[in-house]
T-cell receptor, first 113, second 119 residues
């Protein structure tokens, strides 16, 4: 089955700096890569996603890049703000119709004001 | 549009008991997935239901079961509770189309979860 590795497990940045979270996946059949943000006491919320036919996608301060050959994908947050502090999960899903999504272990991001 | 609703929010049970958790998906969503979240293991996939049928199952023992009703609401049951079952149980809904579905079909929307504590 799919295995998703995520690092770092914790990340502290100064407000205004950039944050990068990296993930690798094992199943070459995976073609959908979402990223989720989980705030304390809440469920994960989808913040950005990318399909395997796209190398990069950007949404305001958030961007995701995908390297299919290396099976790497990364989340980039620019101009970080205190409200970006949360746990971020990367995930991967294969092309099958079933909604089995494999998640990384999570990265706890702390933005220091 | 109402989000995914999970009830109850908190549960305290003792070993050996059973528990039933409920999930109401977003209106129009036909797929409901369940995940177990623990600090050490992250989010682990339990199972997914689509149109009242279990389509996929994770690597959990048979004590974990679920079902989906005709209105897409889903329940998850854990029998003979063990201390290790203490976790946040998350439900996620999606349109859940099959095959080469659009990204819209694949987006998962999570509820706030049910925090289960087994004493």
């Amino acid at each position: 089955g799919e295995n998703v590795e995520q690092h770092p497990s914790t990340l502290s940045v100064q407000e205004g700096d950039s944050a990068v979270i990296k993930c690798t996946y094992s199943d070459s059949a995976s073609n959908y890569f979402p990223w989720y943000k989980q705030e304390l006491g809440k469920g994960p919320q989808l913040i950005i996603d990318i399909r395997s036919n796209v190398g990069e996608k950007k949404d305001q301060r958030i961007a995701v890049t995908l390297n299919k050959t290396a099976k790497h994908f990364s989340l980039h947050i620019t101009e970080t703000q205190p409200e970006d502090s949360a746990v971020y999960f990367c995930a991967a899903k294969d092309s099958g119709g079933y909604q089995k999504v494999t998640f990384g272990i999570g990265t706890k991001l702390q933005v220091i004001p | 549009k109402a989000g995914v609703t999970q009830t109850p929010r908190y549960l305290i049970k003792t070993r050996g008991q059973q528990v039933t958790l409920s999930c109401s998906p977003i209106s129009g969503h036909r797929s409901v997935s369940w995940y177990q979240q623990t600090p050490g293991q992250g989010l682990q996939f339990l199972f997914e239901y689509f149109s009242e049928t279990q389509r996929n199952k994770g690597n959990f023992p048979g004590r974990f079961s679920g079902r989906q009703f005709s209105n897409s609401r889903s329940e998850m049951n854990v029998s003979t509770l063990e201390l290790g079952d203490s976790a946040l149980y998350l439900c996620a809904s999606s349109f859940g189309g099959t095959g080469w579905s659009s990204v819209a079909n694949e987006k998962l929307f999570f509820g706030s979860g049910t925090q289960l504590s087994v004493l």
